[in-house]
């Protein structure tokens, strides 16, 4: 025990153990928790189709033009095995199916099949991840005027509904092979920008088109169906068929998991009041970590007091056993390997604090009614020494500590990225 990292955390130990906080296990809990790992930070929610437009749609917006965007699936798993360099703990990737490998070819998304995600099944079973994954229901010329699988056209319907039957497909057999179960989401753009005549048949014609799409049994082993809501999206501001409303009484009802995403609210509400009522009915939670500023911006996620209120509940409320942690921003304004590593860094930091809690304590003055003991502790716990248990997580995982990140993120950027904007010379850095 030479070093200051290793000296500073023996302190910190003894300050924790103060309280009756056993650091050595949190760190033993943290580093069994895997972040799932969303592919389109790297190239802005382009994906690789050859049928693509070019344009989002479905109320998405990507904003910046940082250079050194991967333009293609090499390039952009390059770039996930720095972010994973640089992030302490085994974590697992998120991919959406428009980050199908066709080579060139045409291939409607109905038609997809595993042989077109097996370059990434291969990668990750490489490096020893897990995986999940997104039907793409967006950037797409049938979801241009804003509905897919609750569209008044049934062949329209059809389409999209044949869409997620195969993407859970690939998904279980993803799993399969990578011997870990998948989550695959289900998020819809449907929604109109003023005000409908009738709510109604657009939810009604959605709930059958979900019945359809998961009326095929998939052992839950291989794969666990997740829906997620939305408050509004640009041209769906006045109405969203998958309201919360919608999701979580269709997931209460068929039992799937719920998908709360921290930017698919209002400002004011605090996500993290929200698990511990949808637990009490569904089978699990899938978070989708993000950062809304004043609308679903999805701004690289911080340590800030939403995402550590949402960690808090999560660890008190003893959900981590039924609970998937993904990340869900993209910007483009920053080095983009920075913002996965500042994001993800910022999340497990947000766990360990959870995790380092004397929640027993805490519990038992609340039941006894002691409020003044709960909150005196709740503020003292925020002047521990929380930075030095944080570094020797990073010690252990082999990753840097504080902010040597980011000369790895430099370098990477002047040898690898600024040659993707220089005609293929390498040397120049942006940061």
């Not at 082999?398 to 990140?405: C, E, K, Q, S, Y």
């Amino acid at each position: 025990m030479g070093t200051n990292i290793e000296r500073a955390y023996l302190l910190a130990r003894e300050r924790y153990a103060e309280l009756g906080v056993d650091t050595e296990a949190a760190l033993q809990a943290l580093a069994a928790i895997p972040l799932s790992l969303h592919c389109w930070q790297g190239d802005d929610v382009g994906g690789f189709e050859t049928s693509a437009d070019g344009s989002l749609g479905g109320g998405l917006a990507v904003t910046g033009s940082y250079p050194g965007k991967a333009r293609s699936p090499e390039e952009l798993r390059a770039d996930l095995d720095q972010a994973l360099a640089l992030i302490p703990g085994r974590h697992r990737l998120n991919l959406h199916a428009c980050y199908a490998e066709l080579h060139g070819r045409k291939v409607e998304r109905t038609d997809y099949g595993i042989e077109h995600f097996q370059g990434w099944v291969d990668w990750c079973k490489a490096r020893g991840l897990a995986l999940d994954f997104n039907p793409t229901y967006f950037a797409h010329p049938l979801a241009a005027d804003g509905f897919t699988l609750s569209h008044r056209d049934a062949g329209v319907r059809r389409y999209w509904i044949e869409h997620g039957i195969t993407c859970r497909r690939i998904a279980a057999e993803a799993a399969r092979q990578l011997g870990s179960t998948a989550v695959t989401n289900f998020w819809i753009p449907d929604g109109s920008k003023d005000l409908p005549a009738d709510r109604k048949a657009p939810r009604e014609r959605l709930a059958a088109s979900l019945d359809e799409i998961f009326a095929e049994p998939i052992d839950p082993a291989l794969n666990l169906d997740a829906v997620e809501s939305k408050l509004f999206g640009i041209g769906s501001e006045s109405y969203v068929v998958g309201s919360h409303e919608f999701y979580l009484g269709y997931a209460v009802a068929r039992q799937k998991l719920v998908c709360l995403d921290a930017g698919h609210f209002h400002p004011t509400e605090s996500l993290a009041d929200k698990i511990s009522s949808v637990l009490q009915f569904v089978p699990g939670l899938l978070l989708h970590v993000s950062r809304g500023v004043r609308w679903d911006s999805d701004h690289v996620v911080l340590l800030d007091d939403p995402t550590r209120a949402v960690m808090e509940e999560v660890v008190r409320g003893g959900f981590l056993p039924r609970t998937h942690i993904g990340l869900d921003f993209f910007d483009a304004s920053i080095n983009r390997v920075a913002a996965w590593v500042i994001g993800s860094r910022s999340t497990l930091k947000a766990l360990l604090l959870a995790l380092l809690e004397p929640a027993a304590k805490l519990r038992e003055c609340e039941t006894a009614g002691d409020l003044t003991t709960r909150l005196a502790l709740l503020e003292e716990l925020k002047s521990l020494p929380f930075g030095a248990v944080w570094d020797e997580h990073c010690r252990r995982q082999n990753v840097p500590v504080g902010a040597a990140w980011l000369e790895d993120v430099r370098r990477y950027e002047r040898d690898v990225l600024s040659a993707r904007v220089s005609g293929g010379t390498p040397g120049r850095s942006f940061v």
